[in-house]
Structures are given as C-alpha cells and as structure tokens.
C-alpha cells in the first residue's frame, strides 16, 4: 500500500505541472474516480437507513492517505448488494410520491 499511496502521490503532484502533460493525460482518470468515490462515501455515510440493509458497515476512513479511496471503492463491492437494496426501496418511494 505504501508503493501505491506514493505512485498516487505521483499522479497527484503531477495535476499542476506542464512538464508532466502526458502522465497527467494518461492517469487523470484516478483524479477523478478517487473524487467520486469519496464524494459517494460520504453521502452514503449520512443515510441512516443504510445500515438497515447491509452487514457490514461503511466506517469512515481518515483521507490522510492518497490511497484511502481504493480501500472505499473496496468496501463499495462488497456493500454492493445492500446498496442496491436501499436504492431500489428510495426510488420506489419517490415514485410513490410523485403520483
């Protein structure tokens, strides 16, 4: 993990800077995906009704550490199941109420 938090760290540093345009072209695409998965985490964290379909609970995890959203995206697989299960009783509610 240590490998990775630096090679992450790496892609990161590289955001800002014209000497790096082709690594940044090549791996923005975990920019991205570490900010959706982060911003996906803590909106799940604050849905109580998420514990009333999954197991296994959605612990938030210090951000300190570049590689903390493969640890989330990890944990996203294996809550998956009861993930789906609130979705699909949110969106029958709302459509519920929207007749």
């Known amino acids: 993990m240590h490998t990775l938090n630096l090679a992450l760290k790496n892609i990161y540093a590289s ?31 604050r849905l109580p ?7 296994m609970k959605l612990l938030a995890i210090a951000e300190a550490r570049l590689a903390s959203w493969i640890i989330i995206l990890k944990k996203f697989k294996v809550i998956k199941r009861g993930l789906k299960d609130m979705f699909l009783v949110i969106d029958e509610a709302c459509k519920e109420m929207m007749m």
């Open 15 to 45: 955001k800002n800077m014209k000497t790096n345009v082709v690594t940044y072209a090549q791996c923005n695409w975990l920019i991205e995906v570490s900010d959706d998965a982060m911003m996906i985490k803590n909106f799940i964290l």
């Open 49 to 55: 009704m998420f514990n009333d379909y999954s197991k």
